[in-house]
């Protein structure tokens, strides 16, 4: 069936030195930017626990890379799986992405917030915790945060509010959006790790770790010496990807292909 299909590919090594592992010992799933979309992440949950059976025992590890609400339909409902998932699985953990980080300055009443939230498809988020599309259009930008502090779950709020910005895995780096290429790790700031681009996407150089990263939208997996980017914009595009990797080999599947 083709709900099962695993779709594989393989993957280009860096240029020197031997290619990155995530250790033998565990088999890790990173899942790009969900927004949203209820029905991709639970087809692609299905993709990942068949592929995962296929391959054998093996301890499996689940990484959201962020960017779990706005845009699609579905945010309040994902954000609680999430959250079930995270209590029931101790190998399932979720990073904080830029659209996290816009919710949680909105659902804290942060009026200043409200504006950019809206352009980043907030409308649609705050549609699956109640408030019409029509109100929310029509309410001034101290009505909506005055709404989402008494209508968004604490628990939500306490839940995305405690995400990390990063994760190590043996030569993997996983991030939402990217680090600041010359700059340590350790001392990697949280608000580049959420939203850079251009510095990042466009250095060539290696990173002290392979970086794989949501964020930055391209048709499909953008794969180079030195990062590994899965948003393939499922919210509008249906295709929501994960990437496989167990010692040092890569695959990919996907939704809607």
Sequence with gaps: MSFWRNLLRPAPLPVDGPPPSVGEDRRVYAVGDVHGRLDLLEDLLGRIAADDRAR???????????????????????????????AEEAGLQCLKGNHEELFLLAAKGDVTAIPTFRKAGGGATLASYGLPQRDFEAMADIEIAAWMLAHVPRDHVDFLDALPDR???????????????????????????????RDFLEHEGAHPLMVVHGHSITDDVDERANRIGIDTGAYFSGRLTALGLEGSKRWVIQTGE
């Design 167 to 197: 994760l190590i895995v043996g030569d993997y780096l996983f991030v939402h959006a990217g680090i600041r290429p010359g700059v340590a790790i350790e001392r990697q700031s949280g608000a580049d790790m959420r939203w850079i681009r």
């Design 56 to 86: 054998g025992p093996m301890p499996p590890h689940l990484i959201l890379l962020g960017d779990l609400v706005d845009r699609g339909p579905a945010s309040r409902q994902i954000v609680s799986l999430v959250m079930t998932l995270a």
